[in-house]
């Protein structure tokens, strides 16, 4: 059966990029280069005596989550879906990133210290080579305070936009789509965030975002469709993955291959890890996005090459999914044209899994995660079909979970 076909019916379903090429022969052809990564990285080197300073909590002032092995988890996966799993079975714990508690926190948290970063440079207040901590100033403050910054979300990035903007000074707004969960937005309004609420879908509210914004000058609007700054924020955190396990005696080689999967919404958060990890380990690593099988943005973008001219419901799909996160119907054209050649492949998870993984992985490791969380944790089970080698070494991206209240984290539980 063709796989537009099985998108159409919400199955699940894996599939392996036939436009992959070697990076070596792609990666000049990209419109992000290392040294752009290398230079956000720099600019957050910059910030963290700021962050330390405004965030207590974040001891070293760098906004990093660790890497846990889970072979209980493995175990556990194998024996309910009786499936033998080649290698090792790691999660990379953004859901601990600080601030916002989700992989948001890098793409989202870098672009609005960037901006604050470059007005105040233009307006002569600031110095590269001088001590951040100024910034937090109430002179500072003052001087964010005359500009807005908004940004249109399901959740997760207008948490790390609105909580970092709500600290730095800025006025923010953040629209949120129908998918949005009501304890984000409670959340949002107790940091002093303007939460407008659509009943439509996210496309929607990105797209009235961006109209309000641009009617203001002193308005920057956040653009998770097309932002490079978010991407750049993103790749950050691919890159630094190479010292992290090396730090734990694992070694990324041809001979030892990192499978990693990201659970993918509108694609910037996955796109911008899955370049950075591509930089520092080429072909040794292969990158699967994730997604529930009533969104399937990116995939049916990849699969078609249409990219943000095609969207599920131009397929038949209700866009509806218990992954708030991931609800996304139509994915930015600029991370599907990035990835086009670099991504290994993507796969579509129904939502009954994704609690299933939830409670396993509580039951196991006593690590909770959102249900949006838990898309790539299928990853392992479809690749071992093809790859077979016990040196992989598998990382499902945890993308968020530690600042849900702990009423919903029962519910979820009891789901």
Not at 204 to 223: C, M, T, W, Y
Not at 376 to 396: A, Q, R, V, W
Request: aromatic share 10%; proline share 4%.
């Amino acid at each position: 059966m063709d796989i537009i076909d099985k998108l159409k019916k919400a199955e699940e379903v894996i599939w392996y990029n036939p436009n992959y090429a070697e990076f070596s022969r792609v990666r000049d052809e990209l419109p992000i280069s290392l040294e752009e990564v290398r230079e956000a990285e720099n600019r957050l080197k910059r910030f963290a005596p700021y962050i330390k300073k405004v965030f207590p909590e974040v001891a070293d002032g760098i906004i990093e989550s660790p890497i846990n092995s889970i072979d209980k988890m493995k175990g556990r996966m194998e024996r309910d879906l009786n499936k033998e799993i080649p290698g090792r079975l790691l999660v990379k714990r953004d859901d601990l990133l600080p601030i916002a508690g989700s992989i948001k926190a890098r793409g989202g948290i870098y672009e609005v210290l960037k901006h604050a970063e470059t007005l105040a440079i233009q307006n002569g207040l600031l110095k590269y080579d001088e001590d951040y901590r100024i910034l937090a100033s109430e002179e500072f403050r003052d001087f964010f305070s005359k500009y807005t910054i908004q940004v249109g979300s399901t959740g997760n990035l207008g948490l790390s936009i609105g909580i970092m903007s709500a600290k730095v000074g800025f006025k923010v707004i953040v629209h949120m789509s129908q998918d949005a969960k009501e304890w984000k937005k409670n959340l949002l309004r107790s940091k002093g965030v303007q939460v407008v609420e659509y009943t439509s879908d996210y496309s929607k509210a990105v797209e009235e975002g961006r109209r309000l914004s641009n009617e203001d000058p002193k308005s920057h609007f956040i653009d998770d469709e097309n932002s490079k700054d978010l991407f750049l924020g993103y790749a950050v955190g691919g890159m630094r993955v190479k010292k992290q396990l090396e730090d734990m005696g694992i070694i990324v080689d041809q001979e030892h291959p990192l499978f990693v999967y990201l659970p993918c919404g509108v694609g910037g958060g996955p796109g911008g890890v899955a370049y950075g990890l591509k930089l520092v380990y080429g072909d040794n690593v292969k990158c699967f996005f994730a997604e529930p099988t009533r969104s399937p943005a990116m995939l049916l973008g990849l699969v078609t090459g249409l990219h943000d001219k095609i969207s599920v419901e131009d397929i038949g799909l209700d866009n509806k999914t218990d992954a708030d996160g991931l609800a996304v119907g139509r994915p930015s054209s600029f991370v599907g044209k990035i990835m086009d050649k670099i991504l290994t492949g993507a796969f579509t998870i129904e939502d009954y899994r994704l609690y299933d993984f939830l409670n396993e992985l509580y039951e196991e490791e006593k690590i909770f995660l959102e249900p949006s969380a838990l898309a790539g944790f299928l990853g392992p089970i479809f690749t071992s079909e093809k790859y077979k080698d016990s040196n992989i070494i598998h990382m499902c991206w945890a993308t968020g979970g530690s600042l849900v209240p702990e009423e919903i984290v029962n519910d979820l539980l009891m789901k």
